[in-house]
Nanobody, 125 residues
């Protein structure tokens, strides 16, 4: 497993931006698909974005396309989620995730190898 530590959450007004970071512990970080899930109160954890280990292919859930961008820096063992044009419905705890496989937007919590502890994102209207 990979140890993951998120940072960058906070409170922002609607229309604002935040950047989440996730630092991984292992040197094999570059071989893992990395991504983000989120969980709002009373809702199931849902896929947000993923980036493939090799080639950098990305996938997003429909509700964030055009607003969020996932990227990775393998030299720093870090994955990022740039969130622009934030909406109140983006409010959730955001979790960094790692998996040895890439399944695009079909990635679900059952095939996550490692989770971060989560970081709260709150968007006020």
């Amino acid at each position: 497993q990979v140890q993951l530590v998120e940072s960058g959450g906070g409170l922002v007004q609607a229309g604002g931006s935040l950047r989440l970071s996730c630092a991984a512990s292992r040197r094999t970080f570059s071989s893992y698909t990395m991504g983000w899930f989120r969980q709002a109160p009373g809702k199931e954890r849902e896929f947000v974005a993923a980036i493939r280990a090799v080639g950098g292919s990305t996938a997003y859930t429909d509700s964030v396309k055009g607003r969020f961008t996932i990227s990775r820096d393998n030299a720093k063992n870090t994955v990022y989620l740039q969130m622009n044009s934030l909406l109140p419905e983006d409010t959730a705890v955001y979790y960094c995730a790692a998996s040895p496989v890439f399944v695009g937007s079909r990635w679900n919590p059952q095939i996550v190898d490692s989770w971060g502890q989560g970081t709260q994102v709150t968007v006020s209207s």
